[in-house]
């Protein structure tokens, strides 16, 4: 039996989402070790089909930046609806990174 | 030849810095300058051509900054004045200015930018085929270009160098790229643009490069032939290489390329070094010029006007069963609307919102279940008039408030309103409507600029 499944948002040190312009989406996860990057980098956990999945999007607008020397795993995807059309509900796109907290890191 | 040193006041006119700070910052700088606007805010200022920041708030900042600029003898420039960037929000901007420079009783040339486009000059570009959609572009059609409320092109650097060339020391202008506030003044003195348009990119959010911002606060960078330092002018700030690094991929959905008017710059390659104990030092990317000369286009058109309602709901039984007695009273004002008012359903956008719930996510909450004691509700309705809208709020929030729980019986006020009225007209609401590039064939063709001595 495997032991206790480690999650991204106990990996990261931060994770958070914001808006890149009114039409994108831009997530930043922030680690503060080498070990805790190399780790999630290569479980493959955070690919286009895990995001797509959390985040209803096709998989293939979504754009995954490995940053190794700053230690962040950076996406991005086409936001859902515009930032400020009356569906918005969050203008700045800054609480919707909380789906990847649960992420399990194999 | 000696570094050439930039001066951001802040990251955003209006949101302040520390008076001695812009005096450190200033000594031995060849120019200040501050990003005045941004989309972030949404489209409601770029439509309906209001300011985000306070008159009295960006009066503050731009009094500090044009001071220095005239005794230092340098030049003072901002960018996208007035949050939105039209023509509106610069005259607002430049009234204060105005305003200021006769009350302290300065001397000056000043420039002004209008970025503001016709939608006429954007249908030609349409019909002539000069317009290229960027990722998640809105549908465009002619009509739609036509109908929007205001347009704007994003400047580079070359309306900013001509306005200093002719002569002026202040330069307000509307719309413009951040970076181009910044990158202006290094390129016209012979600094490579791989290092002029990345040390702008940093420069422009002001302190937000370094570790800890505790406060709003100036930026400075020290650009040379080959790398530039960012040097936070106030003592209890402090960047490191990984601030700086991170820094660059904020707010962008590529954290590596950078498109510019004027070219793409690429950091891929970029190298970040400490420099002293505060500083950072960069051996900068690539930049590579642009075929074709772009400006990018951003406009609002008017969607709608609307009227919300905020409600709490405490009693355990509703907020146990909230979605029923949502869906159960939204069947039943709807009808009402239809009956007393006239408007069918689709005339009209009508949407809960379920705060304890799943209110900042909607449906992509991966936990959607109400685990607190109370829920907060926002109805927010949206209609092709304000009337029309407050009307149907009126029928909405008095039905619900009244609607029959199954297990109770007799007359109950389900809702908890803070405010008399229940129901808040907040006015127009805009959309985004373009996502687009216009080709140009002249950096200044889309630039309105004017001088006048103060």
Request: glycine share 8%; hydrophobic share 40%; charged share 20%.
């Amino acid at each position: 039996m495997s032991g206790p499944s480690l999650t991204l948002g106990a990996l990261a040190h931060e994770v958070r989402s914001k808006n890149a312009g009114p039409f994108w989406i831009t997530f930043d996860v922030v680690f503060t070790t080498e070990d805790d990057y190399v780790k999630v980098v290569e479980s493959g956990a955070l690919s286009a089909a895990s995001i797509a999945q959390r985040y209803a999007v096709d998989p293939a607008l979504i754009r995954i930046f490995e940053m190794p020397s700053i230690r962040v795993i950076k996406f991005s995807f086409p936001r859902p609806c515009v930032a400020g059309s009356f569906e918005d509900r969050d203008l700045h796109a800054g609480q919707q990174h909380v789906p990847l907290l649960s992420l399990p890191i194999q | 030849m000696e570094p050439l040193k930039a001066v951001a006041a802040t990251g955003q006119l209006g949101t302040g810095f520390k008076r001695e700070t812009l005096e450190t910052a200033a000594a031995g700088a060849r120019m200040i300058g501050c990003d005045a606007g941004s989309t972030d805010p949404g489209p409601y200022y770029l439509g309906a051509g209001k300011t985000q920041a306070a008159d009295a708030a960006v009066g503050r900042d731009l009094e500090l900054i044009i001071e220095k600029a005239l005794e230092k003898n340098i030049p003072a420039m901002i960018g996208s004045a007035g949050t939105g960037g039209g023509t509106v929000h610069l005259n607002r901007t430049v009234d204060i200015v105005r305003s200021i420079a006769a009350r302290r009783n300065w001397k000056f040339e000043l420039a002004t930018i209008d970025s503001e486009v016709a939608p006429e000059t954007v249908a030609a570009a349409y019909r002539a085929q000069r317009l290229r959609p960027l990722a998640g572009a809105p549908e465009l059609s002619e009509d739609r270009i036509l109908g929007a409320s205001r347009l704007v092109a994003m400047q580079g650097v070359e309306p900013f160098q001509h306005a200093l060339k002719q002569g002026a020391q202040v330069v307000i202008a509307g719309r413009s790229s951040d970076v181009s506030i910044y990158a202006a003044v290094p390129l016209m003195e012979g600094i490579p643009p791989e290092i002029a348009y990345h040390a702008g990119k940093i420069l422009e959010c002001g302190a937000a490069a370094v570790e800890e911002r505790s406060h709003p606060d100036c930026m400075t960078a020290y650009l040379s032939a080959n790398e530039f330092v960012m040097d936070p002018p106030n003592p209890n700030m402090r960047c490191t290489p990984q601030s700086v690094a991170a820094h660059g991929m904020y707010e962008n959905a590529d954290p590596f390329y950078h498109v510019e008017p004027g070219g793409t710059l690429d950091i891929t390659s970029a190298e970040y070094t400490p420099a002293g104990d505060r500083s950072v030092r960069v051996r900068p990317g690539v930049f590579t010029p642009a075929d074709q000369l772009t400006l990018r286009l951003e406009g609002a058109e008017l969607a709608g006007y609307r009227t919300a309602v905020v409600a709490g709901v405490r009693d355990p039984l509703v907020v146990r069963q909230i979605d029923d007695f949502l869906a159960s009273t939204t069947k039943v004002i709807k009808g009402k609307v239809r009956e007393s008012l006239g408007f069918e359903a689709e005339q009209y956008s009508f949407n809960w919102r379920v705060y304890g719930q799943n209110g900042s996510m909607g449906g992509l909450e991966p936990d959607p279940r109400v685990l607190g004691q109370e829920v907060g509700l926002v109805l927010d309705i949206v209609a092709p008039e304000q009337a029309a809208a407050a009307a149907i709020a009126s029928v909405a929030w008095h039905t619900a408030l009244h609607h029959p729980v199954p297990q109770y019986s007799g007359l109950v006020s389900n809702l908890a309103f803070p405010f008399s009225p229940p129901s808040l007209d907040a006015g127009p609401v805009y959309r985004f409507c373009i996502n687009h590039v216009i080709e140009v064939d002249d950096a200044l063709e889309l630039a309105k600029i004017e001088f006048e001595t103060l």
